[in-house]
C-alpha cells in the first residue's frame, strides 16, 4: 500500500488542526508548567533545608500568591483532564470518531471546576486568610 500523493516536509508543518491540534499543543505546554513548577518547588525545598537561603524564601512567596495559584491549577486541571481523555481515547479506539465531542465533554468538565477553584483562590485572596 503506498501513498498517492507526496507532502513535502514544510506542508507537514503546517497549522491544519482546530481544536484538537490545540489540545495537543496546550497539553505540553502544562505539562512543561507542571515540569518546571516541580523542580523550582524541589530546588527551592534544598535551599531552604541546606542553607536556609532568602532564595527559597523568595521562591515560596511566590508560590503562596493567589494569582500564581490560579495558574497552577489550570496546568494541572487541564492536563489532568486532557490526559484522562486521551488515555480513554486510547482504551476504546472505536470511539476516536467522537474526538470532538469527547474534547467539549472536558471542557464542559474543566469550566466548572476551574472557575470554582479560581472562586475559592479569589475569595480567600480577597479575605485575606
Given amino acids: 500500500m503506498t501513498l498517492k500523493r507526496k507532502v513535502g516536509f514544510f506542508d507537514g508543518l503546517v497549522y491544519k488542526g482546530g481544536s484538537p491540534m490545540w489540545s495537543w499543543m496546550l497539553h505540553r505546554i502544562t505539562g512543561l508548567g507542571i515540569l518546571v513548577f516541580v523542580s523550582l518547588h524541589v530546588i527551592a525545598s534544598f535551599f531552604m533545608q541546606q542553607l536556609g537561603s532568602d532564595f527559597a524564601t523568595t521562591l515560596n512567596i511566590i508560590y503562596e500568591h493567589w494569582a500564581f495559584q490560579i495558574f497552577i491549577t489550570f496546568?494541572?486541571?487541564?492536563?489532568a483532564l486532557n490526559g484522562l481523555r486521551i488515555a480513554a481515547l486510547d482504551l476504546w479506539p472505536q470511539f476516536l470518531k467522537y474526538q470532538r465531542e469527547a474534547l467539549w465533554l472536558q471542557?464542559?468538565?474543566?469550566?466548572?471546576?476551574?472557575?470554582?477553584?479560581?472562586?475559592?483562590?479569589?475569595q480567600h485572596a480577597l479575605v485575606g486568610s
Wanted: no cysteine; glycine share 4%; charged share 0%.
Fill in 75 to 79: 496546568f494541572v486541571i487541564f492536563h
Fill in 107 to 122: 471542557w464542559l468538565i474543566f469550566a466548572p471546576v476551574y472557575g470554582l477553584t479560581v472562586f475559592i483562590l479569589v
